[in-house]
């Protein structure tokens, strides 16, 4: 079991890059790519979402010190993100709970990338509608 801390000075020794270039691509000071590598802190969520696509990991395996797959779940990262940007953190953690309790109707069974993308993509379609169609009845009030 890796921490974060470990998993981002691995992945980025992996990728032959130093810690002022991963600061660079992700936006950050290299200050605070010091201190990820350090356990000092870790980033906020938006900031996780970057560091984990310049990493080429997802956000659940940076995130989850149990975690042992890169991968795991990196198909969903995108999505969050979107929900974050236009419903903030409430948003982000609503589409992750979504996400997550419709993931096990592919128990069992084996599903392409592109059907997986083409659910997840149908989700955040109709996740985004429910919340249009909540702010217009309502006000926006559904905000964080």
Do not use: H, W
């Amino acid at each position: 079991m890796k921490t974060f801390s470990e998993k981002v000075k691995e992945a980025r020794v992996s990728l032959g890059i130093s810690q002022p270039q991963l600061g660079k691509k992700i936006g950050l000071s290299v200050r605070s790519v010091i201190a990820y590598e350090k356990g000092e802190k870790k980033p906020r969520p938006a900031s996780m979402l970057k560091l984990a696509k310049a990493l080429g990991v997802s956000v659940k395996f940076l995130s989850d010190d149990e975690c042992e797959d890169p991968m795991a779940d990196i198909e969903k990262d995108d999505y969050i993100a979107e929900a974050r940007e236009r419903y903030g953190s409430t948003g982000a953690k609503n589409m992750d709970e979504l996400l997550s309790a419709n993931t096990a109707l592919f128990a069992g069974g084996e599903l392409s990338q592109e059907q997986k993308d083409a659910f997840f993509e149908a989700v955040m379609k109709a996740y985004i509608t429910c919340k249009e169609e909540a702010r217009r009845k309502f006000g926006k009030k559904d905000q964080d």
